[in-house]
């Protein structure tokens, strides 16, 4: 077996870790020639995904990754990771691919097999240009979570209005059964990548894993940070960065009210 460096090892958990808390169980890491390792996959809804190239493990030149089971990966690492000397390896296939990975240190040893890549579905790239930037106060999560579980809703939608003076606002507004509202202003004023492009927009997203995601970017801000940015393109997709991840949500059909 290789041994996975101490840096590759943190990154890989980094992964994981953010994986989970989007909701997304199989992924690929990939380290193609001339290009720096990337990140991606989708989870089973389809309605979430990772594509990134930041802090992404690297295994080796042209090296490929399937994870499936996340949630048993981690279960099974965090048995040995507290351990000083814990030390994690792989083994590679005839194809380059990462067949099993190991975890050992002084108090025991165990390994995971990895799936195949060829059965791991992980979209290559998003065409959706970044539209706008929504910066969100850190001190609004409390509330918009807070929201979600009084109105029990499913799904959110993001809204941007034109206000009396000429500025666009954005709104996050949660509908239950009976379609009444409970709608959170969470911008004053929107930053447009093309001030000539600014218009109005509504999109609807899945809830779960949205406020999994803020509240884990709340808790991670540096106390001198008072907010991050919500991206949204222009078909509609939303762009969070977490643990210098992106994650893309995927806008849904209006179902507020279901």
Not at 93 to 120: M, Y
Not at 176 to 205: E, G, H, L, R
Request: overall charge negative; aromatic content about 6%.
């Amino acid at each position: 077996m290789s041994s996975l460096s101490k840096e590759n090892n943190q990154k890989l958990n980094k992964v994981i870790e953010t994986c989970l808390l989007a909701g997304i169980e199989s992924v690929l890491i990939e380290n193609l020639k001339d290009q720096p390792p990337v990140v991606r996959g989708i989870n089973d809804d389809r309605t979430c995904l990772i594509l990134s190239n930041e802090d992404v493990p690297d295994f080796g030149q042209d090296v490929v990754i399937g994870l499936s089971r996340m949630r048993d990966l981690r279960s099974r690492a965090n048995v040995l990771a507290t351990n000083a000397d814990f030390e994690m390896s792989f083994d590679l296939n005839a194809k380059n691919e990462v067949s099993v990975l190991g975890f050992k240190s002084a108090k025991g040893k165990t390994q995971f097999r990895c799936a195949s890549p060829s059965i791991i579905k992980a979209p290559k790239a998003v065409n959706d240009e970044e539209h706008a930037i929504i910066a969100i106060n850190k001190e609004d999560v409390q509330t918009i979570n807070a929201a979600a579980k009084a109105m029990s809703a499913k799904t959110f939608t993001l809204l941007c209005k034109k206000n009396g003076e000429g500025k666009y606002e954005a709104f996050i507004e949660f509908y239950d059964t009976n379609q009444d509202v409970f709608s959170i202003k969470v911008a004053d004023d929107i930053d447009f990548i093309d001030p000539s492009a600014k218009a109005t927009f509504v999109y609807y997203y899945m809830s779960d894993i949205f406020l999994s995601l803020i509240r884990q970017i709340q808790g991670a801000l540096p106390e001198t940070e008072t907010s991050f940015p919500l991206i949204v393109g222009k078909g509609g997709t939303l762009r969070l960065i977490i643990n210098n991840h992106v994650i893309i949500l995927v806008p849904q059909t209006n179902t507020q009210g279901d």
